[in-house]
């Protein structure tokens, strides 16, 4: 009998050792799950790649681990190590065609594409490829629209499509079979693969096939699916973290939305997994509890009351994009949670507009002539560094503001699909012609739905501007957790009195909104009026 370690596999994380699958004494085959460790967004069952019998773990309970950590203890049994022999002299019966010793030449196999982890689930709103298709690894396949961005999900290996499994408009989740397509495979099997490897380690050693370097080859039995399982671990398992419940990432989400303690849910699945239907249950429970105690349990806000409109006439009823529903969510939870103030001025941009029509685009590598709204962001980025208090963000408990030493601005972008925010990063240190050039370049992405997560993260202040068809004014929402936005509206031509007559002067209105837990109205009254001189003479600006 000779023995090997399990060891863990490859993968860009940790997590805590939360249960064991198997018992010492137990035996196993290479892929049955031995332990199952938890990060804080999600729990993986560990396989093995060794077939054999469990003799003594290297973990304990509640052990945090990493890649490449000695797992368990693995006795071989002479079974395995006689159909490594077999293999062994099987290889070298055939050791007189030099087709023995290389691979045979790939052939194709039926492979299936799913979706990733992608951190919830999304609508499928384009496909790259149609069957007949080649593609390569790496290469583009669909697009996937969640509630917080469109993704580009890219090919797991190379090969062509025979069909496209699911539709357009369809909701996927993790797993779900996206495309169905011939990917090209080595036509040797795993044994084969094993057996080739014994048979070029034995060429050059003479040590006995029971050693461990010898037996190593035939952990490549379980080879493919340790890779599978690595890859699975590398985008399951990107946190290090501690859990004290079992439960999945969905499953979190929504008892975090519905505000359940999963420490207090009994779980029903497998091993007591909490799942949906669990939590689901539990506020049911909670509800009937609070219902016999004669609790009036009801929403804050009165709902508007369900109507049928196609009582009064023909309808069309369509859903709203993944885009659409998150940014109403989002703009209803910075309503109700943010005390807004709202300041207008009206800013004379004569001057900065003649300047603006004096630019040749061609010197500064532009495409045409900036609009108002570089000036705008490239002022509104230098308020932010004389009144930090506009720069941060009041903290979850209330009781602390998170000063910011970076300026990142958010820019409102109207696409198709609804509103989103792209952010320009240090807007601070970039000129008018840096931010002309960086604005049209996220408009371009938005309305492509090419935008990812990050390019819409880490914003500190929010420009709104209706620019042509904006009339006169309005009140922007803030963007939370950001503590204020500016509002731009239509500039307008108007007569200005001079002292001794009106002349005609374009004006713009501009539309403060700021947390007044945060902002009082005279930080907000000095923050206005440093963007009303700068824009108004920006010669000096300029300076």
Same mark, same amino acid.
């Not at 490859?10 to 049955?32: H, R, T």
């Given at each position: 009998?000779?023995?090997?370690? =399990?060891? /863990?596999? %490859? *993968?860009?994380?940790? @997590? #805590?050792? $939360? &249960?064991?699958? +198997?018992?010492?004494? !137990? ?85 299936? =594409?799913? /979706?990733? %982890? *992608?951190?919830?689930? @999304? #609508?499928? $709103? &384009?496909?790259? +490829?149609?069957?007949? !298709? ?97 890859? $699975? ?276 209105p501009l539309c403060l909104s700021f947390d007044h837990r945060v902002v009082n109205g005279a930080d907000a009254g000095r923050f206005m009026a440093m963007i009303h001189q700068c824009l108004s003479k920006i010669g000096n600006t300029l300076l």
């Open positions: 009998m000779a023995t090997e370690i =399990v060891l /863990m596999p %490859d *993968a860009d994380g940790s @997590g #805590d050792v $939360i &249960e064991f699958c +198997v018992e010492i004494g !137990d035996k196993i085959v290479a892929g049955d799950s031995i332990i199952v460790i938890e990060s804080d967004k999600a729990s993986m069952e560990v396989p093995s790649s060794i077939e054999g019998t469990v003799v003594e773990w290297l973990v304990e309970m509640g052990d945090g681990i990493e890649k490449g950590r000695p797992l368990a203890k693995v006795e071989i049994s002479e079974d395995v190590i006689a159909e490594v022999e077999t293999l062994v002299a099987e290889q070298s019966a055939d050791t007189a065609s030099p087709r023995a010793v290389s691979a045979a030449p790939s052939a194709a196999s039926e492979k299936l =594409v799913l /979706m990733p %982890d *992608a951190g919830g689930k @999304g #609508d499928l $709103i &384009e496909f790259f +490829v149609q069957p007949g !298709d080649s593609f390569l690894e790496g290469d583009m396949l669909l697009l996937v629209e969640s509630d917080k961005a469109a993704m580009e999900i890219p090919a797991p290996f190379s090969g062509s499509v025979i069909e496209l499994v699911a539709e357009l408009g369809q909701t996927v989740e993790e797993g779900a079979i996206l495309i169905k397509a011939l990917g090209a495979v080595e036509s040797n099997s795993v044994e084969g693969t094993a057996a080739l490897s014994v048979t070029q380690s034995d060429s050059k050693t003479s040590e006995p096939l029971s050693t461990p370097k010898t037996l190593a080859s035939s952990s490549t039995v379980a080879a493919a699916s340790i890779a599978a399982v690595s890859s $699975i671990l590398n985008t399951s398992l990107s946190a290090v973290g501690t859990s004290q419940v079992y439960a999945g990432p969905a499953t979190r989400k929504l008892a975090r939305e519905l505000g359940v303690d999963l420490a207090k849910v009994k779980g029903a699945g497998k091993r007591a997994r909490i799942l949906k239907e669990d939590v689901k249950q539990f506020v049911k429970q909670q509800m009937s509890t609070a219902n016999s105690a004669n609790v009036v349990v009801q929403s804050g806000v009165p709902a508007i009351p369900s109507i049928d409109f196609s009582k009064f006439g023909e309808i069309d009823t369509q859903n709203l994009s993944g885009i659409a529903k998150a940014t109403s969510a989002h703009m209803t939870r910075c309503w109700l949670n943010i005390p807004h103030v709202t300041l207008f001025d009206e800013v004379d941009i004569t001057d900065l507009d003649a300047f603006r029509a004096a630019i040749n685009p061609e010197l500064y590598g532009l495409l045409k002539k900036p609009t108002i709204l570089p000036f705008i962001i490239m002022i509104v980025a230098k308020a932010l560094r004389k009144h930090p208090q506009f720069n941060a963000s009041l903290h979850a408990d209330g009781e602390q503001i998170i000063y910011k030493d970076y300026v990142h601005i958010g820019v409102a972008v109207d696409t198709p699909a609804g509103l989103v925010v792209p952010v320009i990063r240090d807007a601070d240190k970039k000129s008018v012609s840096e931010l002309t050039l960086e604005i049209a370049e996220l408009a371009k992405k938005a309305n492509d739905r090419k935008l990812k997560i990050d390019d819409m993260q880490g914003g500190c202040f929010t420009v709104s501007s209706l620019g042509a068809s904006g009339g006169v004014g309005f009140t922007p929402i803030i963007n939370g957790p950001e503590v204020a936005i500016l509002g731009v509206a239509r500039a307008d031509i108007k007569p200005s009195w001079d002292g001794e007559a009106f002349i005609p002067r374009k004006q713009l």
